[in-house]
C-alpha cells in the first residue's frame, strides 16, 4: 500500500484561529494526475474503456472537533459527476501505452473496465493536532479474446493539520489517493502485457 503524507506548513501557534472559523460541509472536485511511467506495449491497438462509480455512498466521512460544543461536524462528499473528466484523463494514459480508446462494441474483445470502488475519509483529534486519512479503492478489469486479469488497487493519503481540516485538504488527499491508485493501475505490467495480446 502507497502512502501520500503531506503535512501542513500551520503551526500550533495558530490552531485557536483555525478553530474559530466556522466549518461547512464540503463538497470535493476529482481532477486526479496521473503518472505513466511504463514503456508503450502495443501500437494504435483499440480498446473499450468503461469507467464506473461503484461508491455505496457520495459521502466520504465526516471532519470537525468532537470536543467542541459549538462546532458541529460535518460531511465531505464527492456528488459530481467526475466519469466523463476520468475517461479523457485514462484515454490520455493509455494512448501512451499504446492504445487507442473506442466505444464499447460485441465486436470488440478488448476492454478495461474501472471501477473507483471506495473513498473513505476519517479525521481524527489527538492531543496536539488533527490527524487526517482517506483512502481509496480503486478496481481494474482487463479482457482479451482469451484471457482476463482483475487487480484491486489500494492506495491511502494522510495529513495532519493545527485544527480540522479544510475543503482544500481535504481536496488534496481525495486527488493524491486517486492520482497513486490510478496511476499504479496504468503502470501495471501484468494488466497491460496481457491487455497487448
Known sequence: MKITKWASALSLVVAVAIQGCALKPQNLHLDPEIDVTGDSVAVDTLIALSIRDGRSSKVLGEVGDPNDPNQEMVDVTLDEDFIPLLTDKVSAALEKRGFSVVPASEALTRSLIIE??????????????????????????????????????????????????????????VNDAVSNALSDMLNDDKLFEMLAR
Open 116 to 173: 473507483i470502488g471506495s473513498l473513505d475519509l476519517n479525521s481524527e483529534k489527538t492531543p496536539f493536532n488533527f490527524q487526517t486519512e482517506l483512502r481509496a479503492e480503486v478496481v481494474a478489469t482487463g479482457q482479451n479474446t482469451t484471457e482476463q486479469y482483475e487487480r484491486r488497487y489500494y492506495v491511502r493519503s494522510y495529513q495532519e493539520t493545527a485544527g480540522p481540516p479544510f475543503e482544500k485538504h481535504s481536496n488534496q488527499l
